[in-house]
């Protein structure tokens, strides 16, 4: 049978000719000038004495310059992650991050000339109309600049982060190039890129998982003093810029970033932590199905059934456009879009990339979603959670760029809730008790990851910053960190860790979003409050759901879910209630277990 959806993207109807197209040249090209124009005009305006028109202009100029930067980014991040041997595109990184640093520059200075503003010429100009939409998002730059360096030392700042904070960062690439992990199989031996290595990790022997558990801890480890330079050097830049600015918390950025309060955090994980009992009873009872007293590391995101049939991708389209089109057809729409118009990378092939990711091209007003699909369930929830990323772009892809800028934090809630939405209708349509079971099995395994062991990571990344503070740490410090994080988390439930795991994820090494883990667990929990929400209110929801959505690039978290939930986040019940919904299949999965 034809294969109805392509399992590679489309990049030549962005630009054609890939990282050598010279159209791409010509747009970054433009992009340059009209940056360097923006910020000499910047250069030579005073603070305290701006022209109010000029400084409407300048509004205008700077969302047109960082959609273009949006569009060159997402662009290059696609070149990269589908073939990490293209060094033409490898060298566009680093023109892009050029060219973001200079950006940086001059929105920089125009934070500053915000802040110099007097209190009543900065009420009249943001009462017009066309500036009103951008309030928030300008009353966050204006304050955030009376918090940092003058804008000439974060210049420099920018400058020299191209090739150091930044080059640091993509030098995690340059590792995994390096993993190549032989494989036999029927009696051929071929060697695995790290992307095809990691769905062995949950393949449905446990004789594949056992050995490629080995493999891939062992391969990790030969890179493990090269992973330790790459993450000391980054932390040491964040540490050492955030004591220039007086900053004391490595926290603050971060918090500050995903538009919530420490005290929302702080209700967060001590609900997180008080409700995990159910989850450890759960991997107690997926050890009991696999004859085990205990899971191994590498067991937990394994499926229950010894032998799983593959899910065709096509038929995995099929089932989230129908699975979305329960609660939005216009979700449905923009998922059928996305396989029509070849906006996802899928193949499963050696050279890509590990992970998967959502990109977001606003002049395109497409997406592209990247990942490796090779039939698993959890590949069909990660497709899923990807097309929930798209759907959240699409939302606010008619909005002034700067009020377009959400959070990491609510980019997550979206993304989980199309995975949640997935799931949930899978689970209605299971017959057998094995379905049902395997289909529990999945959203506990997400319960799993969001609520131990992204806890772990940032057990791990808290005290790494604490410890990092007083000097570099070696391979075998971090990977001591890393397993007590693990330990921690997840109790006693495991009876082996992943020591090198520090090494192995990229989440550690981007150097956009810092703390790039408790933002995931922000999303599952609150998206989890949204399908409640959601399977009470039925229809009528999805449109406030997507004015939520809206929302997310012009109010702090507590606001949206005040306005929208009526719910306070930085009190524990809503986190309370929300771990214990995550949790309840806990009771259902062991009266399966049972039968």
């Not at 216009?330 to 990339?353: C, N, V």
Request: contains cysteine; charged residues 25%.
């Amino acid at each position: 049978m034809k294969q109805l959806y392509s399992l590679k993207w489309s990049l030549e109807s962005l630009f054609p000719g890939g990282s050598s197209s010279p159209q791409f040249e010509s747009f970054v090209k433009e992009t340059e000038a009209l940056t360097a124009l923006l910020l000499k005009e910047l250069q030579g305006a005073e603070e305290g004495s701006v022209d109010t028109k000029q400084l409407t202009q300048w509004t205008e100029q700077l969302q047109d310059i960082v959609s273009k930067q949006r569009e060159a980014d997402s662009f290059v991040s696609c070149l990269t992650s589908q073939d990490m041997s293209d060094k033409r595109a490898v060298a566009w990184t680093e023109r892009i991050q050029t060219l973001s640093a200079r950006i940086k520059q001059a929105m920089d200075m125009y934070d500053a000339l915000l802040a110099s503003l007097p209190e009543q010429v900065w009420k009249e100009w943001s009462e017009q109309s066309n500036i009103a939409s951008l309030l928030f998002p300008l009353n966050e730059r204006r304050d955030s600049a009376k918090d940092k360096l003058p804008p000439a030392l974060e210049a420099v700042a920018s400058e020299l982060a191209v090739d150091g904070y930044h080059g640091w960062g993509e030098h995690y690439n340059t590792i995994v190039s390096r993993v190549s992990i032989p494989w036999e199989e029927e009696g051929v031996t071929s060697h695995l890129s790290v992307g095809q290595a990691a769905n062995k990790l949950d393949d449905p022997e446990p004789a594949v998982r056992a050995t490629m558990s080995t493999k891939w801890e062992e391969a990790w480890a030969a890179q493990a003093d090269l992973a330790a330079d790459s993450l000391n050097r980054l932390a040491g830049f964040r540490l050492k810029l955030y004591g220039m600015r007086g900053w004391n918390d490595p926290l603050r950025e971060p918090l500050r970033m995903n538009r919530m309060s420490q005290e929302t955090l702080n209700a967060m994980w001590s609900a997180v932590e008080e409700g995990i009992e159910p989850l450890k009873r759960y991997l107690k009872l997926k050890a009991q199905r696999f004859g085990k007293e205990k899971l191994s590391w590498h067991d937990v995101d394994a499926p229950i059934a010894t032998s799983q049939a593959k899910i065709p991708y096509d038929e995995a389209a099929g089932l989230i456009i129908d699975a979305f089109q329960q609660f939005s057809a216009d979700m449905a729409e923009l998922a059928k879009t996305a396989f029509e118009k070849h906006w996802i990378e899928a193949e499963d092939r050696p050279g890509k990339r590990p992970g998967g990711f959502c990109t977001s091209l606003p002049l395109s007003r497409q997406s592209r979603i990247f990942m490796t699909y090779s039939g698993t369930p959890g590949n069909v929830s990660t497709l899923a959670h990807e097309l929930g990323h798209a759907y959240h772009g699409a939302l606010v892809e008619d909005l002034p760029p700067l009020a377009q800028d959400y959070a990491m934090n609510v980019a997550e809630t979206a993304s989980t809730f199309a995975e949640a939405i997935v799931n949930d209708a899978l689970l209605r349509r299971a017959e057998s008790k094995e379905e049902k079971l395997a289909l529990l099995d999945e959203r506990l395994q997400r319960a799993v990851a969001f609520c131990m062991n992204i806890r772990a990571r940032f057990l791990f990344e808290t005290r790494f910053y604490e410890r990092r503070a007083a000097g570099m740490l070696e391979a075998t410090e971090l990977s001591e960190l890393m397993t007590a994080a693990q330990k921690e988390a997840f109790g006693d439930a495991l009876d082996n860790w992943h020591p090198h795991f520090w090494a192995s994820k990229l989440h550690f090494y981007l150097t956009d979003v810092p703390f790039y883990n408790f933002p995931y667990t922000f999303g599952y929990l609150f998206s989890t409050g949204l399908v409640a929400i959601a399977e009470r209110e039925g229809e009528s929801f999805s449109k406030r759901y997507d004015q939520l959505l809206r929302d997310t690039g012009v109010m702090t978290v507590e606001q949206l879910a005040s306005k929208h939930l009526n719910v306070a986040l930085d009190e524990p019940q809503f986190w309370r209630d929300a771990v214990a919904r995550a949790v309840s299949d806990v009771e259902t999965f062991e009266q399966l277990c049972k039968e």
